[in-house]
């Protein structure tokens, strides 16, 4: 398949009669791709039922005549001023009540039935004006669900939904209407929390201490399935008016909605790949690593990203806002080190990206972005990311097939299991993401291509290593996939520690079939307190007390079992450091026979079916096995068949 | 008497088949109580005067049935959500206006008079129907009050009560009808801040900057006022339909309502001890202490409260809550030290506590407090903290015996003082509980055991050193009281600071009799500045400008006086750090012809009548003068008659 | 001009029938001044309409008759609390959404017409009582305009005057009723923003991710202007009545409003100096600096406001209140070194202040400033200030006269550019107000006297250098008076970043005059990575790429331009640290003839017409060109005519 660019376009903020000139300069750029639309709302209908298709029809044609294909995006994201004051109540709520003010982004609350109508309707009108045209080559949803935390909303219309899905939840239940069996799975008689009925349930803020982790799970579990039902309302409509693609674009590090129920929706998944913000804004990594890499990105995030997105996207994602320079929005914002456009390009494409569109195509004087970067400068002279693409477009042009391949190690992600431990992390700053994301940074230091999978997977076949850490929930037939698929499996800490409902199941946790090994008790630690293993490397922050009579294949110092084994499944009962986690998954990979090489630190490898690329994220040349690797810089090596 | 151990048990969390073999492993391992009761009102009364007992007939039937004797808590803390509904204005208001919702626990203004008359209806039915209960052998009133910042409550019942308390706090002053006086009081011209009426008053919240400090003061000797209130409701009565001792639960480090006032209404104290979460959450130490100590606690802590709850029960006294393995509610959750569960049992018999209680019987495998450790596991199998109660069990059988004797050293604690501190700390992190604090170490450092008295001491005699530092208002008779004792006596700094509507009293401060001393000016310190003293030590944080004719006794550097003394008064005008307290409370010691002792890090001593009780808070054995102490060790030696 | 010293009293604080004593105590320490009433409404007019004029009869005359002058303050920064019921939506709201209720100060907000109203109403009964009162020799409106967060106020009454504001402003732009002017100049276009009309403009707070720029600008710019409005009436009626000089009592550290518009109605500035206070909470300084300085205050922080006052009164200023002994507000409050309250007050006259005042005569021994040291005791006694105020008054006795003169280095500093940089820091921790302090820093390193100008001055006849960093939004006209003024001109980072209405100009910025310097890129880095410059000292937190012909002046190490330069026009393209402006500012004034010394640390000076003034912040006794200097010592020696 050939890789393609592209770059996101706001014909609306610009003069109609640059348009031309402008559509001209991204075909030269070698770009293939434009996106508009998405926060075009005012502009397409100023007042209400008043629409203006013109300048949209005119700058799809410009476009569309100068070579490049339209990914035209639903306008939702920004409702305007007139729809809210027709429904002054579909603001979101924050979590101390107060209503989130119009005045710039995402203002609405995904469970105000008003607002998904009035969305129906522009999506109705867009999708059947423009379902047949042939410039427009690709949809998308929105735009970056749950982006600035909207994905939670506290209000009244959330409340009735919460009761209304609760009610639906427990309603095979058999026990009266279902509220019985509510109360018995949340242990509602703890604090005296039972309620009569459906209707006695609020929204779990504001609560003197805090709520019940059953009952804060279900609301996480509530608002992720109205992101999913608001994607799919859109998408029905615009299936039934065109034959294109359909994606949403989804914000790096969001996980307070589930994207494989959004993608399951959609034929593709696209993602913005913000690698410096992201260092300085959402990583969590040390100051040291800050400093490193504050002007390259984290070598590892994007990439978990990538493999991510790309089994979000079963196979079809694309980076649609790709960073060009200094953005707007972190605590500090620097520019990339010249090569690192290129770079962030080349590695996507490695991963298996369809499309890197850079964000945006000209830089706005004015309003909230005026200071993040585009292709161009304001006064339409040359950015430095323009260049880079100029290149990566010439550098595609001679080796435009990219091959994607299946991975022989997966690890899973599940957004529920993230939610768990945001509800009851039991010490500070834990959280799944970060101990899948340490998992998966082990893993890329060994050297190793990964494919995340999501949690309904039950066919493991192909893969030699599947590793499963901190998934809280783990369903009976998944735990007996995973003993019977053959690899190499771990599992710990954490994993399948509550039931459906956030209790703790008893027989206690991992009740893992053929694995004796019984988690007695837990304890958080003190950053400052790490537990030394024999083997190296540390236990922090986590730390899980092991029995049963599987094999004890990792132990503290003081000789407590920290990782224990039967057969192919391994119970890790700690959180390791990046030593530990080293020898742990190097120990396994050896027994699953796959090989693994310790990276010069900054270098990383992502292998496709006939290639192996290379990427320095340092500001150094680096020499690796496969040669010098400029600061940087990138190497295209052929695999030996 | 004999000390006897317990557990909080509750059977409306589990099937009413296992009750009697639970009953029985807490009667095997050398259990004498078991409270239940105190969460269970949507269980008692899960609609409205639909009461449904038996259950609770059957639970107290069981357990008496075993041998148990059973502590009653009425179910006040958890309102039902029934109960909300009728009463929607009884929740408390934060300080920034927002109602603290239903979905966990202590939700209820202690202002509201509805909710006060739901409390004497529940209590009066309980207490009817189980005040002559055999099995019934003490009661508690409510739980923990104040627990999660619940004793301040800014609503509109708690404003309405706070003026009908002025009212009255003010009414006899013959001044019209004592707005005058207060406006006066409170020096309420200072910003034209006078009132016309005692229903201009509003609640000191939200003001523009920081609300007249009398003002603030006021409002939290209401708050208190209304706690008293609430538990002499229940108290009153429980006691005429039962001769039971009634006691309330007291949680630690909670300093916002007077437990003495409580406590005077009541039989018993008892208190919940969390070491470890205490000093990941609660104690204030530096991180070297936290880390030290982590899977112990701190050596001093537990004392202090143990010390404290002695005086506020008269002599009377438990620990209700034992922390028994890891909790789920300070931000890491370590694991205790092997031993340790035993030596907090023991450290808080020789403090004279009649009965040990650990929290709880069985991990509850929902909820809240689901990663909250028990005597059991979920799975009912033992947790190592009942194999340790079975330990202190056996040896209380062969030497039940703990006699209390008055300490030589009494340390005065006033509420009213710190809510004056909390209103004016003057400098940042500066609190009165800090200062006793500090104060207590360097008496437990020194070997000694200490009572403590509430501020409505006014007879000292058996002791030979009285303390009383930071006590912001004292009363001309206490004063008095003090310096006609006859022992040594420490004051300052900040003692008698304040009249008793927070007015600086002019002659200047201590004025205290017999002793020329005046405070002429006051400083607060950044923490990297302290100021050095001649003779060792330093002053951190808060440090006064003595002038009068009395002997000075400790001088800074500079030669500024420190601490001045006449007679048996010695004044203290700053905030001394270990070195410079362990000087000054030792020249006092030997003043006095108290014997003292360095005691070896982490090591702490406390007398009975007969024995002295070794405790070695360190994670390594110490060898004492008694002679050699394993890590979390004990010893018990008998003193020279 | 003789300078006079003073105080500030409160009268109604005390028994009448101490005014004598403490007003004949007030002349006999050398005090000319005092200034009263400015928080007496409550008993001006205890109950609406009924006044109470007597006490401030007696008062002004038993001061007038001892022989002090009296300012006389409007009481309106604390209304009565019958006039908060009267007017209940008179209160300010947070950014929250919460009003500021009543029981401390400031508690209106300055939108709301009917407390304008109010404010008329009194402030005019006031004037026409004293306004011809032969002891009234000044005025002052209000107090502490902005003090505790109070420009900006998110009322129902503040949304209504931003529109009416914002229509007045968009008015004249012949675009239908100006809304599309508006949408244009703020880019609404950007995320669907569009206002039909003005009364869809709502307060730009609780947006849910951050506002448009240009629309927090704009309400920044309205709230300013409603302080200058409010002034203004009262000035206007005060005028009518009276023949003295109108003063507003400014508080340092404030720049949310323009202080340079209110001033511009006022005859004299005057400011409330607390070096202790405002070196631990206001300053910004690193912990050494704070703990160097922790008894003294920043040595320059004084100096920068007496002249920025200097400027907003036109040349008439005074210290309202200087700091007389430990206050009560800052996080640490210590005492000042023996001297400084001297030092102070002469660096005061040194810089042309008319008249310093100490706050406040005796210390309150109630409400909320009771911790604030005056120049007297809470028991009357001579405070340490008061001592130390006598040997200023006979110093000044003995040379009374201090003749200012212009200096030759022009800073310029304006409050929009402050309000701008606040709404869009770019880097966290970046402002406005920290950037001209720096280089204000940097000149008195150098051994210069600095004015400050407003950034309306056009006429910069007299100065040989003039900087103007950090001013977003510059004019064309002031840009060309700068081109063409004949000083060394310093201009960037960031200078004419923006245009009027905050959007990016095209040509990009700086677009000087005669200057090819264009900013190609911005970025923002951490602290902990700053850019080395070849010629020494590094840029941290702010850099931007430059491009163009003009000379390039600095360079980073890694060569790229950081200033540049064509004739007298310095462009500085980053924050440079205090090596960085030593070297660049040194290097202009080298070119504009102007000598400069490097000062011993904590050593600064101060020339007027006649004489050279030295003072030590140190600790510490240094020796100076002009001879030894003592700790906290002040040296005055006549300069060569």
């Not at 398949?1 to 348009?19: K, S």
């Not at 009035?118 to 867009?126: D, H, Q, S, Y």
């Not at 949803?141 to 749950?146: F, I, L, M, V, W």
Request: aromatic share 10%; with cysteine.
């Amino acid at each position: 398949m050939q890789r393609t660019l592209g770059t996101c376009y706001y014909p609306e903020h610009w003069p109609a009669d640059i348009w031309a000139s402008d559509a001209r300069r991204m075909a030269e750029a070698g770009l293939t791709w434009v996106r508009i639309g998405e926060f075009a709302w005012s502009r397409i209908e100023p007042t209400p039922g008043n629409l203006n298709w013109d300048w949209l029809d005119q700058a799809i044609e410009v476009l569309g005549q100068a070579g490049l294909k339209v990914v035209l995006g639903t306008p939702t994201a920004t409702p305007p001023k007139w729809l809210l004051d027709k429904h002054p109540d579909m603001l979101a709520v924050d979590d101390q009540g107060r209503p989130r003010k119009f005045g710039s982004r995402r203002h609405y609350c995904f469970s105000h039935g008003g607002y998904l109508a009035e969305c129906r309707r522009i999506v109705g009108l867009l999708a059947k004006r423009y379902g047949q045209n042939p410039h427009v080559a690709a949809w998308q949803t929105d735009n970056e669900y749950g982006c600035h935390d909207t994905t939670l909303s506290y209000s009244g219309a959330a409340r009735q939904g919460f009761r209304h899905w609760l009610r639906h939840q427990f309603s095979g239940s058999g026990q009266n209407d279902g509220i019985e069996a509510l109360n018995a799975a949340w242990g509602n008689v703890f604090w005296s929390m039972d309620y009569a009925s459906f209707d006695d349930i609020d929204l779990p803020n504001l609560t003197v201490t805090e709520p019940n982790p059953s009952h804060a799970l279900a609301f996480r579990r509530y608002a992720s399935d109205q992101v999913v039902a608001f994607n799919r309302a859109q998408v029905e409509i615009i299936r039934a008016h065109s034959k294109a693609p359909i994606s949403h674009n989804y914000m790096g590090r969001i996980t307070d909605f589930d994207h494989f129920k959004v993608g399951a929706d959609l034929e593709i998944a696209t993602w913005d790949s913000y690698p410096l913000g992201f260092l300085e804004d959402r990583v969590g990594a040390s100051a040291e690593v800050q400093r490193k890499y504050a002007n390259q990105g984290h070598p590892d995030f994007q990439a978990f990203h990538h493999d991510l997105y790309r089994a979000v996207g079963r196979g079809r994602w694309w980076v649609m806002e790709q960073q060009p320079g200094p953005v707007n929005w972190a605590p500090y914002n620097p520019s990339p080190l010249p090569g690192m456009v290129r770079l962030w390009s080349w590695e996507a494409f490695a991963h298996g990206a369809e499309a890197v569109c850079y964000f945006r195509w000209r830089q706005a004087p004015f309003a909230q972005e005026q200071m993040h970067a585009g292709m161009l400068r304001p006064d339409s002279a040359d950015a430095p990311a323009i260049i880079e693409a100029r290149q990566v477009a010439g550098e595609l042009k001679q080796a435009p097939e990219v091959q994607p391949v299946q991975a022989r190690v997966a690890l899973m992600f599940d957004y529920d299991a993230d939610w768990a431990w945001a509800v009851q992390p039991q010490g500070a700053g834990l959280s799944y993401f970060g101990l899948v994301f340490d998992h998966y940074r082990a893993l890329r230091r060994l050297g190793l291509s990964v494919d995340i999978l999501p949690p309904d997977s039950r066919d493991f076949s192909g893969y030699d290593l599947v590793l499963a850490p901190g998934m809280m929930h783990m369903p009976q037939d998944l735990k007996q996939a995973l003993a019977d698929c053959g690899a190499e499996v771990l599992i710990g800490p954490r994993t399948a520690a509550r039931d459906a409902n956030m209790a703790i199941p008893v027989p206690l946790p991992p009740a893992f079939p053929g694995l004796d090994v019984t988690v007695s008790r837990v304890e958080t630690l003190r950053p400052d307190l790490p537990v030394a293993l024999k083997s190296g490397g540390v236990i922090t922050g986590y730390l899980e007390e092991l029995e049963g009579s599987a094999e004890v294949v990792l132990q503290t110092e003081a000789g407590a079992a920290m990782a224990m084994r039967t057969g192919p499944v391994t119970y890790m009962g700690g959180w390791g450091d990046d030593a530990a986690l080293d020898g742990l998954i190097g120990d396994l990979c050896a027994r699953a026979g796959i090989a693994t090489q310790a990276l010069p630190e900054g270098v990383r490898i992502r292998d496709t079916a006939t290639e192996r690329f290379w990427f320095n994220y340092n500001a150094e040349p680096v020499t690796c096995e496969a040669g010098p690797l400029p600061a940087a810089g990138v190497l295209r090596v052929a695999l030996p068949l």
